[in-house]
């Protein structure tokens, strides 16, 4: 992936500065975040538009770095406002002989939540990306643990692309001070998530468009699983090809072959180690470009995501819907 060298790349993190150092008064920070609000729902197409966007679809191709490897694949996102959203992933693991295929869905449904991880060819094995778990001494989570932690933390998603899409985080924004760098200005909002860290919204002084979304989350821990039956490495089939000599190959060699899966208790040893040490807090941020107008909104056809100032993701967004039609047991496991 390239580095990112837009305008957000170079205020992400801590590196903005807030400009001028002249404090006000609570009413009159207010009045500046309505301003900035009032402004940008304008330069989106206006309040009205905004009212009326009921539930919005986004589909196109992804490109993602995880644990030294290229994953590529389809991202589709649905939202229906204000508590609903449907996200399905369909990827493939570059760079490996016979990399698995993988298919994430990830579902909003007001109070619930639920998500589901299928494996299609390839190793055969269960990819698992963990995020992060329990802390010390919380023991295992009974089912409604699970789902309250689960929905909180897909609630918390919604609400970041929807503070991308139309500086909408389900909460009142605040005033934190105004950025800028070789390209511009931006105004600086943010919120206190539930998770109880800070959301940050960059709006560009200029467009007045959306420009960065910035927050803070576990960063990802990988872990391959064992072979299940048919995969390679199990019944009726040879094993995986063993690494090549001296390591990886040099660039333009051949692609490496999948790393050896765990097996379901090394999983689970790992799965333990996760949840009384949980993985490192990282600085995410999306940063949006190439707006276009779709039925009259104004909306980012390329996010991209990075990690601690480093690429991570990027999303290419080939279609919109508009207010899509949406069967009500979309929203269901199935």
């Known amino acids: 992936m390239r580095r990112l060298t837009s305008f957000a790349a170079l205020v992400m993190v801590a590196s903005f500065i807030r400009i001028e150092g002249v404090s006000m008064m609570p009413i009159d920070a207010q009045d500046r975040v309505a301003g900035i609000i009032a402004a940008t729902r304008k330069a989106l197409g206006g309040e009205d538009k905004i009212a009326g966007l009921k539930a919005l ?25 204000p508590d609903k959203m449907h996200r399905l992933e369909e990827m493939q693991m570059g760079g ?9 869905t990830m579902v909003l449904n007001g109070a619930t939540s639920w998500e589901d991880s299928q494996n ?41 692309l929807t503070a991308a899409l139309i500086a909408d985080a389900g909460s009142q924004w605040v005033d934190a001070g105004i950025a800028e760098s070789p390209d511009g200005k931006a105004d600086i909002l943010e919120i206190k998530e539930e998770t109880g860290r800070t959301l ?8 007045k468009l959306p420009l960065m979304v910035q927050y803070q989350d576990p960063k990802p821990v990988i872990m391959m699983g064992g072979p299940r039956p048919g995969g390679p490495g199990g019944p009726g089939m040879p094993p995986p090809p063993p690494p090549p000599p001296g390591g990886a190959p040099s660039a333009g060699g051949p692609p490496l072959p999948a790393p050896a899966p765990a097996s379901p208790e090394e999983m689970q040893k790992r799965m333990e180690e996760i949840r009384r040490n949980p993985p490192q807090l990282g600085t995410y941020a999306y940063h949006l470009s190439d707006f276009k107008k779709v039925d009259g909104i104004m ?20 279609k919109y819907k508009v207010n899509p039609s949406i069967k009500a047991d979309f929203w269901d496991k199935k």
Do not use: C
């Open 57 to 81: 679809s986004a589909e196109g191709p992804f490109r993602r770095s995880l644990g030294g490897r290229d994953m590529e694949g389809t991202l589709t996102v649905t939202l229906g406002r």
């Open 96 to 104: 490996m002989v016979g990399g698995p295929l993988i298919e994430r």
């Open 120 to 160: 299609r060819g390839g190793m055969g094995g269960g990819m698992r990306i963990v995020m992060g778990g329990p802390g010390p001494g919380q023991g295992q989570m009974t089912p409604e643990q699970l789902n309250e932690a689960r929905t909180r933390r897909m609630r918390v998603q919604m609400y970041r």
């Open 200 to 207: 940050r919204l960059f709006i560009d002084q200029g467009t």
């Open 299 to 318: 909306l980012p056809h390329k996010i991209e995501t990075s990690l601690d100032g480093e690429p991570n993701e990027e999303w290419t967004i080939e």
